[in-house]
């Protein structure tokens, strides 16, 4: 894989568990979803952030169909 300019400027960002759930939030709510929904992924977020590394998190989502 080569340099990727975007990609860098991405990960020169500082990281923040607050700001990917704000982020999180704000897609589900956009999408419709029910607050009890949200409630749910969030909590389920909270135990992912407690038990993945972001190396893990970063391969779960180079593989998903997303």
């Not at 975007?6 to 029910?34: D, H």
């Not at 009890?36 to 135990?47: C, F, H, P, S, T």
């Amino acid at each position: 894989m080569g340099f990727d300019p975007e990609l860098a400027a991405l990960l020169s960002q500082p990281w923040s568990e607050g700001a990917c759930r704000g982020y999180v939030i704000s897609a589900m709510e956009r999408c419709g979803f029910q607050p009890a929904d949200i409630g749910r992924v969030l909590a389920e977020l909270r135990e992912v952030f407690d038990f993945t590394t972001t190396e893990e998190a970063q391969a779960i989502y180079e593989r998903s169909p997303y």
